[in-house]
């Protein structure tokens, strides 16, 4: 079983800057950062695996950066000239390279930025 600890939400200004980390128990193919704002869908925000492969979302390109530490199994999203559109709960996911979607998830970290 694989858990995920997110850390490094909080309440920041519009334009300002959050990193978020994902501390990993053990290390996964892929890892990735989803979202659920308020009255939205979740979504996958960023992805990167073991590989250094990333995805992003069309709307947080240019401006969130995610990256990972495979020696530490970590995973980090830093986000800057935040909106807030991006406002939501994010949460940290991983999977195996035999999973179908992403299997293991953690408990979240809120984001919330406000005008």
């Known amino acids: 079983q694989v858990q995920l600890v997110e850390s490094g939400g909080g309440l920041v200004q519009a334009g300002g800057s959050l990193r978020l980390s994902c501390a990993a128990s053990v290390s996964v193919f892929e890892m990735g950062w989803h979202r659920q704002g308020p009255g939205k869908e979740r979504e996958l925000v960023a992805g990167?695996?073991?590989?250094?492969?990333?995805y992003y979302v069309n709307s947080v390109k240019g401006r969130f950066t995610v990256s990972r530490d495979n020696a530490k199994n970590t995973l980090y999203l830093q986000m800057n000239s935040l909106k807030p559109d991006d406002t939501a709960m994010y949460y940290c996911?991983?999977?195996?390279?035999?999973?179908?979607?992403?299997?293991?998830w953690g408990q979240g970290t809120q984001v919330t930025v406000f005008s």
């Open positions: 990167v695996n073991t590989g250094g492969s990333t």
């Open positions: 996911a991983g999977r195996h390279t035999a999973d179908i979607g992403y299997k293991y």
